[in-house]
């Protein structure tokens, strides 16, 4: 007897679990990447133009970026699914907001996004994984891209949480907003040196390359 199972593309049964799993993470992935988009622009507000926000603006684009291939991929398969899980994301986004960040030291709340980042790629590595035994070209490739071109963003946001340590009232500050702290800092000595050395190098422009692979 056959065991219970979907149809992949090349025509044999996948194993039920296999399919549970991909939609699970598939819904999993589409609330990170809302929460990509949304909530590291929320984070970039808190900090005006300081390079952590810089930092996450980019991550932001890019998610905003991959938005519509994200929807042409997942929509068609899980259109309740997907719509819910960007719910529940927007929800949490606005309790966290409005509530948590209000309590929360800048730094702390910045780490916490980066957080958010890597769990959004861990999601990504392991539904690419699952693609792959599903023989789904179309979304083992989207996960791969994703990866691609999101680790480097990730690497040079957490390098960034170095200018927290030369803007101290910065980063213990807490509220919605944080503007005043930054606009007040950013003339302090040592901060372009701060800057200098939270950028590094190495991916300063993945986001500009990756775009134009899918012109």
Not at 50 to 70: D, G, I, N, Y
Not at 110 to 123: F, K, N, Q, S, V
Request: charged share 30%.
């Amino acid at each position: 007897r056959r065991p219970r199972g979907t149809r992949t593309a090349r025509g044999f049964a996948m194993p039920d679990h296999l399919a549970r799993l991909r939609s699970k993470l598939c819904r999993e992935l589409a609330q990170a990447e809302q929460d990509a988009c949304v909530q590291t622009r929320r984070e970039a507000s808190r900090l005006g133009d300081s390079l952590p926000a810089a930092k996450l603006r980019e991550v932001s684009a890019h998610a905003a970026h991959l938005r519509p291939r994200l929807d042409a991929l997942l929509l068609p398969r899980h259109p309740l699914g997907i719509r819910v899980s960007r719910v529940v994301g927007r929800g949490f986004s606005i309790a966290r907001h409005f509530v948590v960040d209000r309590v929360l030291s800048a730094e702390r709340s910045y780490r916490a996004t980066l957080l958010g980042i890597e769990h959004g790629l861990d999601t990504a590595r392991l539904l690419r994984e699952v693609a792959h035994q599903a023989d789904d070209i179309r979304l083992f490739r989207f996960c791969d891209d994703l990866i691609a071109q999101r680790e480097p963003l990730a690497r040079e946001a957490a390098r960034a949480m170095s200018w927290f340590a030369v803007h101290p009232d910065t980063a213990m500050a807490s509220g919605a907003r944080v503007d005043a702290h930054v606009d007040h800092q950013a003339g302090y000595p040592g901060s372009h040196e701060a800057n200098r050395l939270a950028r590094g190098g190495g991916a300063r422009g993945v986001l500009e390359s990756g775009l134009a692979d899918h012109r």
